[in-house]
C-alpha cells in the first residue's frame, strides 16, 4: 500500500513544491493537499493548476493538524520557517525539504524543531530553467535521482515515508550523508550553474564594453544555449545554495579557474598537439556522461 498522509503542507509552491502538490493530488497519496507562499496570485494559480486543495495565509495555521511540511522555500528561509512554525507541529509530524544544499543545513535544521518531529532532508535533482507552479509538471520527476540524506537523529518511520512519496513521484531514491551530497553536488550541480552565469554576465561585458556594435545574441546557435540554459535560473535561490556550500563552491571554482588558465595557456602558446590532448580529455569525460543514469539540473 503506498504512503498516504492525512494533511500534507508545502511552504512555497513554485515548480518543485507544486509539482510534488500536483503528484500527492493525483495519486491521492493525502486527504488534502495545504499551500503556503508569499503571494496570493500564485497560490490561486496553484489552487487552479490542481497543486493545492487550499491555501493559508498563516503558517502557522497551516501546519496545525499537518503530518507532514515540505519546505520548498530558498535554503536561507529554513530556519526563519521552522522557528516561527515549528511549535505549532502535532507529534510525529514530519518535515522534509527539496533543497539543493543539505550539509549543516539539515543540521541546524533538526536542532530547531521539537524533538518529537522529525526532519528528513531530501533532494529531488529535477527542474527546469522556468520557475513557478505554472511549469509544474506531475512528470518532473519521473526517472530522476531524489536524495534523501538522514543523519543519527533521523527517525527510520519518517524516512520509510519520505522515501516512499519520492518513489510514487517516479523517482530513482539515494540516500547520502548530508556533507557527502554537498561536496558531490557542489562539484556537479552548483559549479556548472557557477560556470554558466560567470560565461553570460562575461559576454554581457563583451557586448557593452568592446563590440557593443555585434549582435551577439542574434548570432548565437545552440553551443551557447546548451551551455548556458541554467544561467536562467532563479537568482534567490541559488545565492542562498552558493553561500551555504561555500567552502566546496570556492574550492571547485579554483580548480575551474586553473582548468581555463591551462587552456588558455596552450591557446596562447600555439600549442596544437597540447589544446588537442586537452580536448580529447574533456570528450571522453563528457562521453562517460551519456552512459549515466538520468538526472535533470
Known amino acids: 500500500m503506498a504512503v498516504h498522509f492525512t494533511q500534507v503542507v508545502i511552504i512555497g509552491v513554485g515548480l518543485i513544491g507544486g509539482s510534488l502538490g500536483m503528484i ?17 496570485e500564485n497560490l490561486k494559480a496553484a ?43 502535532q507529534p510525529g509530524a514530519i518535515v522534509s525539504d ?43 520527476f519521473r526517472g ?3 536524495i534523501l540524506t538522514p543523519t543519527k537523529r533521523t527517525d527510520q518511520n519518517a524516512l520509510s515515508s519520505v522515501r516512499q512519496l519520492w518513489e510514487e513521484a517516479g523517482s530513482i531514491v539515494l540516500t547520502l550523508d548530508p556533507h557527502v551530497h554537498d561536496q558531490i553536488l557542489g562539484a556537479v550541480s552548483h559549479l556548472p550553474h557557477v560556470a554558466a552565469f560567470a560565461l553570460i554576465n562575461a ?13 551577439l545574441a542574434g548570432h548565437s ?7 548556458t540554459r541554467i544561467a536562467a535560473s532563479s537568482p534567490e535561490m541559488w545565492r542562498d545554495i552558493f553561500l551555504w556550500n561555500r567552502d566546496n563552491v570556492v574550492s571547485y571554482i579554483d580548480r575551474y579557474t586553473r582548468a581555463l588558465e591551462e587552456l588558455k595557456q596552450l591557446i596562447k ?3 596544437a598537439a ?12 563528457r562521453e562517460k556522461l551519456n552512459t549515466a543514469s538520468p538526472s535533470h539540473s
Request: proline share 4%.
Open 24 to 40: 500527492i493530488r493525483r495519486r491521492g497519496l493525502a486527504d488534502q493537499v495545504v499551500g503556503v507562499g508569499r503571494r496570493v
Open 47 to 89: 489552487v487552479a493548476l490542481g497543486a493545492i486543495d487550499r491555501y493559508v495565509a498563516d503558517p502557522q495555521e497551516a501546519v496545525r493538524g499537518a503530518d507532514l511540511v515540505i519546505l520548498a522555500t530558498p535554503v536561507d528561509t529554513y530556519e526563519r520557517h521552522l522557528q516561527e512554525w515549528g511549535h505549532s507541529l
Open 98 to 140: 527539496v533543497g539543493s544544499v543539505k550539509g549543516t543545513l539539515v543540521e541546524r535544521s533538526e536542532a530547531a524543531m521539537p524533538s518529537d518531529v522529525h526532519f528528513v532532508g531530501a533532494h529531488p535533482i529535477a527542474g527546469k530553467e522556468k520557475t513557478g507552479v505554472a511549469a509544474g509538471s506531475e512528470q518532473l
Open 144 to 146: 530522476a535521482r531524489c
Open 203 to 215: 559576454l554581457s561585458d563583451l557586448r557593452d564594453q568592446q563590440v557593443p556594435a555585434l549582435d
Open 221 to 227: 546557435g545552440g553551443g551557447l544555449r546548451d551551455t
Open 269 to 271: 602558446a600555439g600549442d
Open 274 to 285: 597540447g589544446i588537442e590532448k586537452l580536448l580529447e580529455r574533456a570528450k571522453g569525460e
